[in-house]
């Protein structure tokens, strides 16, 4: 017991479209966040952090595989009307530890497919209660704005089994929050990866009576103020239990804001466009990462990290064996972490998918969007929960540099035509092995999702 209590835990808050610019720490206005800005206080923010894509299923799939989703044949967002979900002969960072000694948990949003057969039970995790998908694809009020019919009733899921349906959305972070105390005043003697994927700030919004009214946001910043809170008891656990040297908490979103909720959305900042996009605003989220002792306390990583970065990262604080059968698009960013000297993204080239189609390469500081059409989340209106439409815009071939230009406002593809030049070849080797929906292409090293 004594080398499997001297591992790490690993603990993983995932936001439901938290916008980069919904922390204090990461300039948020109207919003308090103190136990994420304590956080970022003790610990190290990740500005240049990506998921793999802008939407829930796509990005859950790639932070817990490792895997660009793409690879794995899971691609937006999982409905209650699919029938597959993560494949059976994938590895989700529950499985890799799992052999080492760790007991995993999820508490709140799976969305890798709702299946008995596609549930965390079934994939590497021994405890789970919450939502199989996102909590507006049961039979809400949304659904009829959206034309969409047929959903059934929302279940909320302990293990493997239905406890509820269509929850109190007002009482899902607290109950997660609850669980997920528990499990670590359960565990605390053994090592343990513990993923709290919350529901919000997701809409349709809910938050507890203890933080209605709290922000000077409206029920957005309410919202995020009480997923603040969740955080804030789960480190006070930690801390209980004498862990805080030993764990490594991690703290993102799966995508950005879904800007056409207007109130009811959170802010991107500095970053175009939000979730659905490619553009910064979709896939640059808010990451705090803390453990006290190991890494450096109240620094900045402005190197770009992803998701898929998480797993390889994990199995090599571990000790545990990063799967070989198949390809992990993942790196393993220790030296970033603990904020090595001269410590750089060791990805050449980091792609930017939206479904099946290649709309973006970056490399260093250069990002390189293709021509694409996107469903821009910025027109007017959203109140209330009420959604403001899509509006349809084009992009260009068009060059950016990231680190002078954040906001990808300035195109200098015309002065630079051999940065062009090289990201397009990265872009084609990208096609060949990954494919692409625009240019026709399969991809030589893809894998099929699970299937019932």
Known sequence: MKAAVSRPNFVIVYADDAGYADLGCFGAKGIQTPNLDGMAHDGRRFTSFCVAQGVCSASRTALLTGCYPNRVGILGALSPRTNHGISDSEHTIAQVLKPLGYHSAIFGKWHLGHHQKFLPTHHGFDEYFGLPYSNDMGPLPRQKERGVSGNPALPLIDGDRVVETNPDMSQLTTRYTERAVHFIDAHHDEPFFLYVAQTMPHVPLGVSEKFRGKSERGIYGDVIEEIDWSVGQILAALDRHHLNERTLVIFASDNGPWLSYGDHAGSAGPLREGKGTAWE????????????????????????????????????????????????????????????????????????????????????????????????????????????????????????????????????????????????????????????????????????????
Request: glycine residues 12%.
């Open 281 to 452: 605003g979709g896939v640059r989220e808010p990451c705090v990462m803390r453990w006290t002792g190991k890494i450096p306390a109240g620094t900045t990583c402005t190197e770009l990290a992803a998701t898929i970065d998480i797993l390889p990262t994990f199995a090599a604080l571990a000790g545990a064996e990063v799967p070989s059968d198949h390809i992990i698009d993942g790196k393993d960013i220790r030296p970033l972490l603990f904020g090595e000297p001269g410590a750089k993204c060791p990805h050449e080239a980091y792609y930017y998918y939206w479904n099946q189609e290649l709309q973006a390469v970056r490399s260093g500081p250069w990002k390189l969007h293709f021509p694409h059409t996107y469903r821009s989340l910025k027109a007017a209106g959203g109140h209330g929960g009420k959604p403001a439409p899509y509006v349809d815009r084009t992009t260009p071939l068009a060059l950016f540099n990231l680190e002078t230009d954040i906001g990808e406002q300035h195109d200098v593809a015309a002065e630079h035509p051999d940065v062009v030049a090289r990201l397009e070849k990265l872009g084609e080797a990208a096609r060949e092995d990954l494919g692409d929906s625009l240019t026709g292409r399969k991809g030589k090293n893809v894998r099929p999702a699970g299937r019932l």
